[in-house]
């Protein structure tokens, strides 16, 4: 079978660069556009790992690291179950002041591609929804996420289809599984932005220290 060309799938996918991901974001919050599209393309990941997480997480106290927030679409998404202790991040200052005040306890500017200001063992969860995708933040920022989770924490998050061998994903959560850093709980193809036939991997690991 033909492999899925998902990198032709959406504009944003041809980009490489972080500054030329950031001006597209950036002309993508005008007007609430990104959140107007997530709507009509029926993007599902937020919804989808918000489900996976508080199947594991039933702490609605939880402290939650929002990796690449966005407008923050995941926020709302917990809320509605009834969890409301969110921590956002995001390169996108643009994106950022389009989410909904008071819905995090704080949002910070942040490029995850870099070490996170957060200290060690912080959160019970960390949540990257969407932003392990083309051109955007790279395995690496899997090794902060740990760092800044408690023992026994949540690691929950989509890998598009399109990079999850490209840019090394698989190699790097068997890794952590060999190094016992975590312990996968979930992982499995999502339906993640099925209206342009493009999904993602979901995973849920539990931090080991
Ligand atoms: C597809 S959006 C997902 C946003 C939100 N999680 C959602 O599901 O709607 C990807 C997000 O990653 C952010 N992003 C891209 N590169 C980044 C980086 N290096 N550091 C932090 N955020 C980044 C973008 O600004 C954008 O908000």
Do not use: R
């Given at each position: 079978?033909?492999?899925?060309?998902?990198?032709?799938?959406?504009?944003?996918?041809?980009?490489?660069?972080?500054?030329?991901?950031?001006?597209?974001?950036?002309?993508w919050?005008?007007?609430?556009?990104?959140?107007?599209?997530?709507?009509?393309?029926?993007?599902?990941?937020?919804?989808?790992?918000?489900?996976?997480?508080?199947?594991?997480?039933?702490n609605?106290?939880?402290?939650?690291?929002?990796?690449?927030?966005?407008?923050?679409?995941?926020?709302?998404?917990?809320?509605?179950?009834?969890?409301?202790?969110?921590?956002?991040?995001?390169?996108?200052?643009?994106?950022?002041?389009?989410?909904?005040k008071?819905?995090?306890?704080?949002?910070?500017?942040?490029?995850?591609?870099?070490?996170?200001?957060?200290?060690?063992?912080?959160?019970?969860?960390?949540?990257?929804?969407?932003?392990?995708?083309?051109g955007?933040?790279?395995?690496p920022?899997?090794?902060?996420?740990?760092r800044?989770?408690?023992?026994?924490?949540?690691?929950?998050?989509?890998?598009?289809?399109?990079?999850?061998?490209e840019?090394g994903?698989?190699?790097?959560?068997?890794?952590?599984?060999?190094?016992?850093?975590?312990?996968?709980?979930?992982?499995?193809?999502?339906?993640?932005?099925?209206?342009?036939?493009?999904?993602?991997w979901?995973?849920?690991?539990?931090?080991?220290?």
């Open positions: 079978m033909a492999q899925k060309d998902v990198g032709n799938k959406i504009p944003i996918y041809k980009l490489k660069k972080t500054d030329e991901v950031m001006k597209y974001y950036d002309e919050g005008e007007g609430n556009k990104y959140d107007q599209d997530m709507v009509d393309w029926n993007y599902t990941g937020p919804k989808e790992t918000a489900e996976v997480l508080i199947k594991y997480e039933k609605k106290d939880a402290k939650i690291y929002d990796a690449g927030c966005g407008t923050g679409l995941v926020g709302v998404e917990l809320k509605k179950h009834g969890y409301s202790n969110f921590y956002g991040a995001d390169l996108s200052q643009k994106l950022l002041d389009l989410v909904p008071g819905l995090y306890q704080k949002l910070d500017k942040v490029d995850l591609n870099k070490p996170i200001e957060e200290e060690d063992n912080f959160f019970d969860a960390v949540m990257c929804v969407g932003t392990f995708t083309f955007h933040v790279k395995p920022a899997l090794d902060e996420f740990i800044i989770t408690k023992n026994k924490g949540l690691i929950c998050f989509t890998i598009n289809e399109g990079i999850h061998e840019y994903f698989d190699k790097k959560i068997d890794q952590l599984k060999k190094d016992n850093k975590w312990k996968e709980v979930e992982f499995f193809k999502s339906d993640y932005i099925a209206s342009k036939d493009v999904n993602a979901l995973g849920l690991y539990e931090v080991i220290k």
